[in-house]
């Protein structure tokens, strides 16, 4: 079974920064595409960023485009998301998410919830203005 943790989360002002880290364990991280994605109050889950099993690919929901980076160190089975240039409308529980894609190739990312079969606890990020 395969486990995601998030941390990192907190309370920061606007225009500050954060790093959300995700630990994987269960099975072979390297193997697994990852992304992340955000559901604030009142609103759906949606995707921040999403990165290949490679690292090559990176996707990135147009309002975090140039602030924010996902990035993997499959070394240390963990996902990141660095967060800079932070407003109040990021505020929001921000989720892990995991899909094992052994037989695609490396270099694909999902961007839809239901690409993925593994989640993590969420962590909660909010932003002060």
């Known amino acids: 079974q395969v486990q995601l943790v998030e941390s990192g989360g907190g309370l920061v002002r606007a225009g500050g920064s954060l790093t959300l880290s995700c630990a994987a364990s269960?099975?072979?991280?390297?193997?697994?595409?990852m992304a992340w994605f955000r559901q604030a109050p009142g609103k759906e889950r949606e995707l921040v960023a999403a990165?290949?099993?490679?690292?090559?690919?990176?996707l990135y929901q147009d309002s975090v485009k140039g602030r924010f980076t996902i990035s993997r160190d499959n070394a240390k089975n963990t996902v990141y998301l660095q967060m800079n240039s932070l407003k109040p409308e990021d505020t929001a529980v921000y989720y892990c998410?995991?899909?094992?894609?052994?037989?695609?190739?490396?270099?694909?990312?999902?961007?839809?919830?239901?690409?993925?079969?593994?989640w993590g606890q969420g962590t909660q990020v909010t932003v002060s203005s």
């Open positions: 998410a995991g899909r094992e894609s052994l037989f695609v190739t490396r270099n694909q990312a999902y961007t839809g919830q239901s690409d993925y079969t593994y």
């Open positions: 990165l290949s099993r490679s690292g090559d690919t990176t």
């Open positions: 269960g099975r072979t991280f390297s193997n697994f595409a």
